[in-house]
């Protein structure tokens, strides 16, 4: 085959550093275009970018060429730097180091991404703690506890 054809949607979850509620109205409603537009720019397909005040969940079509690892490391380096200009009073804006990235598949797309346009609502009600640890669980991906909140 001449081409490569892939079908790659991934839910991407990862919080601002100590889980600060860094992520005020004002501020998503630039930033989460913007990182979308960085998703672009890497020739990825931002389907939606959300999330509270204490963390971003995204859903992406990526392409052949990019790795998940290397799509956050631009992502929120690019993203913290833009805070930072844009927001000058969020000196200390910056993202966790580490990230949490579940398959999708096609068939599931408009429900994943009612449940991240949903995550004000749903954050009413459970943690982001919680929420991370039932992804972690339904995924079977093994953790250690005391790995995930430093």
Aim: charged content about 20%; cysteine-free; proline content about 5%.
């Amino acid at each position: 085959m001449p081409h490569s054809l892939v079908s790659l949607l991934v839910h991407i979850i990862f919080s601002t550093k100590n889980r600060m509620p860094d992520l005020s109205p004002e501020l998503a409603d630039r930033l989460f275009p913007y990182m979308g537009g960085i998703v672009r720019e890497r020739k990825g397909i931002p389907l939606i970018v959300n999330g509270p005040v204490d963390h971003v969940h995204l859903l992406v079509s990526l392409p052949a060429t990019e790795s998940i690892a290397d799509l956050l490391r631009v992502v929120k380096t690019n993203s913290s730097r833009w805070v930072h200009e844009q927001f000058p009073a969020q000196e200390k804006f910056a993202w966790q180091a580490g990230y949490g990235a579940f398959t999708v598949s096609g068939s599931r797309t408009a429900d994943v991404t009612a449940y991240i346009a949903a995550q004000q609502e749903h954050h009413r009600r459970v943690s982001f703690q919680e929420e991370f640890l039932i992804f972690l669980r339904k995924s079977g991906i093994a953790y250690d506890a005391r790995d995930l909140w430093g």
